[in-house]
């Protein structure tokens, strides 16, 4: 059981990235996903997440509404990220997680963990 995420890089403000979080050994479809993120010294936060199966159920913290997107492709077993308008304040590692059930922005909630990600806002 793996979740593997990916797509952090380098970007300027205003700029986009879009992370993936690949699922292996497992079904994605049953589960919810969610995106965390965490800079050195600070708690871990949660970005957003999405509801398992059919992804009918969004949330985002208020610092990222209208800047991301959370979607699923059950097919590609995959969860992505989308983040348009970037600022230096998303600077962070980017986590993917997932949990059967209903999806929180709580991190004690997710069983499972990817390894994390970086997203870098600079100019």
């Known amino acids: 059981v793996q979740l593997q995420a990916s797509g952090g890089g380098l970007v300027q ?3 986009s990235l879009r992370l993936s979080c690949v699922a292996s ?3 994605l479809d049953y589960y919810a996903v969610a995106w965390f993120r965490q800079t050195p010294g600070k708690e871990r936060e949660g970005v957003s997440c999405i509801s398992h199966t059919d992804g009918s ?3 985002y913290a208020d610092s990222v509404k209208g800047r991301f997107t959370i ?3 059950n097919a590609k077993n995959t969860v992505y990220l989308q983040m348009n308008d970037l600022k230096p304040e998303d600077t962070a590692v980017y986590y993917c997680a997932a949990t059967p059930g209903s ?3 709580i991190a004690g909630w997710y ?3 990817g390894q994390g990600t970086q997203v ?3 100019s």
């Open 120 to 122: 870098t806002v600079s």
């Open 13 to 15: 403000p205003g700029g």
């Open 25 to 27: 050994g497992f079904i």
């Open 57 to 59: 159920s969004t949330y």
């Open 111 to 113: 069983h499972y963990w």
């Open 103 to 105: 999806g929180t922005l």
């Open 71 to 73: 979607s699923r492709d």
